[in-house]
């Protein structure tokens, strides 16, 4: 929005040519993003106590969750979503297609996920929407998206799934692409949705993901760096490095309040948007398999839930003392920020390793 307006007045003034530079603009959508939380965070806040918008805390969960976190205001994705549109839309060019498929995605799951939260308030217990409901309107808003990308962003390389190491390794889909890029969306938005179960446990890997999606978006969509590095050159995806850019200030201005011991949640308006938000990104940037790696973590996570429901059907045993897996090693006798720590510097090993496979090919 700033952004097409500023670019128009060009010819006028010369300085403002800065706003053309891919890296700057990405720079102001994460500061932009950032601060706006910050300063929305408390009133909003504030707000929710007054209202006793308080989600409920899971009753099979660990014991000292219910005693410390009651009370404890959700919703608090709407900070996240506030910040992702406003940095996004004030500097990312608008004429770009890419874009409005990324915004339709993080709205329309935070929606979801708003109604989730909503449900949980109102009938005061942890289920919220059936997960069978849920599920379906996910299939539903992912099919969506994926058809305004086939239409709207369709490319040569859209329908190719790339792998790392590999220069030359490349899997054309065809008309697979549309149930594995659905795979990804919904899987991506659930992964996320499991994690989130400690105070900043989601939020710093959501926002390394994002980070290195902003510099996987930049080199991807610039000619010079995606030769070096024999990945695919896609024409104008580069901008999305803006909405990842949007991701990460909105992440870090989430965190001030999320942060050990958390004044807000982040519930299923942020998880699920979050989630759904980064596989899109990784469709359009084609490195799909690039974010199993980087968020090695979320998909860690949902392992554990696959593997005990699993067993537990199978066998009528537990492979984990509680699903997902956080709460195993809380029940292992970790404290909670000891979990939350080492699980960020496995985000932080895990990003580097990902980030490694754009030259290791």
């Not at 007045?9 to 040519?17: E, G, H, K, W």
């Not at 498929?101 to 005061?124: C, E, H, N, P, R």
């Not at 795979?183 to 900043?200: E, P, Y």
């Not at 938000?277 to 998909?299: N, T, Y």
Request: some cysteine.
């Amino acid at each position: 929005m700033l952004y097409n307006f500023l670019i128009s007045l060009v010819d006028q003034f010369s300085a403002l040519n800065v706003f053309r530079y891919l890296t700057f603009r990405t720079g102001l959508s994460v500061m932009s993003s950032m601060i706006i939380v910050f300063l929305i965070g408390g009133p909003f806040i504030r707000f929710i106590q007054n209202h006793k918008i308080t989600g409920p805390i899971r009753e099979d969960g660990p014991i000292d969750h219910i005693v410390k976190k009651v009370g404890t205001p959700t919703m608090g994705g709407f900070l996240i979503l506030i910040g992702i549109l406003f940095g996004t839309l004030l500097w990312a060019d608008l004429k770009n297609g890419y874009i409005w498929v990324l915004l339709f995605v993080a709205t329309s799951f935070g929606l979801l996920g708003f109604i989730d939260d909503y449900l949980k308030i109102k009938q005061k217990n942890s289920r919220g929407i059936s997960s069978l409901t849920k599920l379906t309107f996910q299939i539903i808003l992912s099919l969506i998206a994926i058809f305004l990308l086939l239409k709207f962003g369709n490319n040569e390389h859209l329908k190719n799934l790339y792998f790392p190491f590999f220069k030359n390794l490349t899997l054309h889909l065809g008309l697979f692409f549309i149930p594995f890029a659905l795979f990804i969306i919904v899987g991506s938005s659930n992964a996320v949705n499991l994690t989130d179960g400690l105070d900043g446990l989601a939020t710093v890997p959501v926002m390394l993901v994002a980070l290195s999606f902003t510099l996987i978006c930049y080199v991807t969509g610039n000619t010079v760096f995606s030769e070096y590095l024999h990945i695919p050159y896609i024409v104008n995806v580069g901008e999305s490095a803006i909405f990842c850019g949007a991701i990460v200030g909105s992440c870090l201005g989430f965190l001030w309040f999320n942060a050990p011991p958390a004044k807000i949640f982040m519930g299923d308006t942020g998880s699920l948007s979050l989630g759904g938000s980064l596989g899109a990104v990784s469709i359009i940037s084609k490195h799909e398999i690039v974010l199993g790696i980087i968020g090695g973590l979320f998909v860690l996570e949902t392992a554990s839930v696959i593997i005990q429901v699993v067993s537990f059907k199978l066998t009528g045993k537990r492979v984990f003392m509680m699903a997902p897996l956080h709460h195993h090693f809380e029940k292992k006798g970790w404290a909670e920020s000891t979990v939350v720590i080492r699980f960020w510097i496995i985000s932080i090993i895990l990003a580097l390793i990902g980030l490694a496979t754009l030259k290791l090919r």
